[in-house]
């Protein structure tokens, strides 16, 4: 069996993930999961490993609040699957003050109802 090599908890999400490319592209994604490391979305198209990105989500949490969260990242991977492409971003930074408020997103939400907590991302 495999190791799990994940440090930090994922929750499901659902909703729009959208991430500007280094070199000027846009790209929106539907959520997946999200972590303290990172986030998967499904995209249209293929991004390259190693792409790096600016990422803007907002988040409701399971009590009612909404955060906007934006910050750096890298695409770790783009895997075609059924009918989109599995996209790996691993943060790179997040903004001073906005870090500590994603623990506390995340944290809300593993007291809240456990690793099965699906996130709202509005659209």
Do not use: H, W
């Amino acid at each position: 069996m495999q190791e799990e090599r994940r440090k930090s908890s994922r929750f499901s999400i659902k909703g729009t993930i959208e991430f500007l490319s280094r070199g000027g592209s846009q790209v929106k994604g539907s959520g997946v999961n999200l972590s303290r490391s990172g986030v998967l979305c499904n995209t249209d198209e293929e991004i390259d490993p190693d792409t790096r990105v600016s990422v803007q989500m907002d988040l409701q949490s399971p009590a009612g609040g909404a955060e906007k969260i934006e910050c750096d990242g890298v695409v770790i991977r783009s895997d075609e699957g059924k009918g989109a492409y599995d996209t790996g971003i691993s943060f790179t930074s997040v903004p001073e003050g906005k870090s500590g408020r994603l623990d506390e997103f995340l944290k809300s939400c593993e007291i809240s109802s456990g690793d099965d907590q699906f996130l709202d991302v509005p659209e």
